[in-house]
């Protein structure tokens, strides 16, 4: 099961589908204007921009169809989620085109306006939905046949694990678990012993070794201390994890679940924002990510200069941060700080502190030292709004306290989120925990308009220079 190439047949068939509707389009236009089809070949005239069409369209159709949301998901794709998100899309698509180059043509009735109206929403609907419906319809045929299955690891080996496993069995051909086998924990053995694969500390190999991209939780008799142990050493791996909801009421008072499936499982790697919103977040970030790189290029430049100024060392700090999946990533700021500051030894930094720089004092209180994070964010380490990323060494002590800060790694790290707008400089233990109950917060009601309020307050904290 190849998820990426799977997305490519959808990317691929929409493509197609927006170059044949744009052909036939563009016939009905001049046919239907001009009253003739090809008398003098008028249609490969550049005025009717034709070609330039030919590459816009397609490619506007795209950009609308990937903002949707529907490329997120490659497989397990419901029918009245496919038809309502391809039928949304098409109207966004016609309306647009239909305001930006119909409304141009000189015609003498409105009637033509609706029927070309009409026929581009009927055409690009028509064409985008049945090529969709044979990709998805081919993919359910290969997983009831069982052609087509997802590779699974049950964690547990207990009764708890035993269970789920007979019904995974049972479901196999609807949903396409394929149980390759059980993760040892610390249950009693009630599975086939030959089936377990490995203890939860090698499970790395496991799933590089048999291509596992769905993990079920179902240890027996387990405490949260023991289940944010085994979620934390899952998450690090890009996999879909599902636990009971029962044992996962602690870990969250929402409990988001599929109204699709018939398993009784949810997912814990589900974020609560939207197919949509995501692609809309992600899309806005690097819009504004190239934005601030390339036009506010005069105020790095000057930035550069006074740090350079300001005291010996690199103009550009780098940090070990963990982000995604609890990967580590370097993070970019202006160095605040003079030179060694810190000696190799992690330290949480005070708003007097002693280690900072008197430019570096301005740059923190105006968040200016964070500017070339828009460099992490266009490179995907990094969103404009999310927790904050820590350093590795504060992780662990921060995990003592509250061992749930493995709910983070489901998401990007941010520039800026409701923990350092109501926290601010963590100085203590006890503020970084403080901190990460807002990013839990965030975290289970994340939306585009909970981004925009965190965008509003940021900026606010900015332009009064609170920013320490």
Not at 260 to 270: C, G, L, M
Not at 281 to 291: E, G, H, Y
Not at 295 to 322: C, H, M, N, T, W
């Amino acid at each position: 099961m190849n998820r990426e190439k799977q997305m490519l047949r959808y990317v691929v068939a929409d493509l197609v589908m927006a170059i044949v509707v744009w052909i036939i389009f563009f016939v009905f236009r001049r046919y239907a204007n001009d009253s003739r089809l090809f008398p003098d070949v008028v249609i490969w005239n550049p005025n009717y921009s034709f070609w330039t069409m030919l590459v816009i369209y397609p490619s506007y159709c795209l950009l609308i169809h990937y903002l949707s949301g529907y490329y997120l998901r490659s497989f397990r794709k419901q029918f009245i989620v496919e038809f309502v998100t391809t039928f949304t899309t098409s109207l966004l698509i016609a309306l647009t085109i239909f305001f930006v180059l119909v409304l141009g043509d000189e015609v003498v009735s409105y009637h033509y306006y609706y029927v070309s109206f009409s026929v581009l929403f009927v055409l690009q609907f028509g064409f985008t939905y049945l090529a969709r419906f044979m990709i998805t319809q081919h993919v359910t045929k290969k997983i009831k046949t069982g052609q087509l299955s997802f590779n699974t690891l049950i964690i547990g080996t207990g009764s708890n694990a035993l269970t789920l496993f007979g019904q995974l069995q049972l479901s196999q051909y609807k949903e396409g678990n394929k149980v390759i086998g059980f993760v040892e924990v610390s249950d009693e053995t009630m599975v086939d012993k030959e089936k377990v694969l490995c203890p939860l500390h090698e499970i790395a190999s496991a799933i590089q070794q048999h291509h596992i991209v769905e993990l079920f939780i179902a240890v027996d008799h387990v405490d949260e201390d023991t289940l944010f142990s085994i979620i934390n050493a899952l998450l690090i791996y890009p996999v879909t994890i599902k636990i009971l909801p029962r044992t996962y009421e602690f870990l969250t008072a929402r409990v988001k679940i599929n109204q699709f499936s018939t398993s009784p499982y949810i997912e814990i790697t589900a974020l609560s924002m939207s197919d949509w919103q995501l692609c809309v977040k992600r899309f806005s970030d690097i819009l504004v990510s190239a934005f601030v790189l390339v036009f506010l290029s005069p105020v790095f430049l000057y930035l550069f200069i006074r740090v350079k100024r300001d005291a010996p060392g690199a103009v550009f700090y780098r940090q070990e941060r963990i982000g995604l999946h609890g990967k580590p990533f370097q993070i970019i700021k202006f160095r605040t700080m003079y030179h060694n500051a810190e000696n190799g030894v992690p330290q949480l930094t005070t708003a007097q502190d002693q280690r900072i720089t008197p430019f570096g004092m301005i740059m923190r209180r105006y968040r200016l030292d964070e500017l070339p994070q828009f460099y992490n964010i266009l490179k995907g380490e990094m969103s404009i709004v999310g927790p904050r990323p820590e350093r590795k060494y504060f992780i662990q002590q921060i995990m003592e306290i509250a061992p749930y800060y493995c709910l983070l790694y489901n998401v990007r790290p941010g520039l800026t989120s409701w923990g350092p707008i109501k926290v601010g400089y963590t100085d203590t233990r006890k503020k970084m925990v403080e901190r990460l109950q807002y990013d839990i917060l965030y975290l289970e009601n994340m939306s585009l308009l909970s981004d925009l309020q965190i965008l509003f307050f940021t900026l606010s904290i900015i332009i009064r220079g609170k920013g320490l």
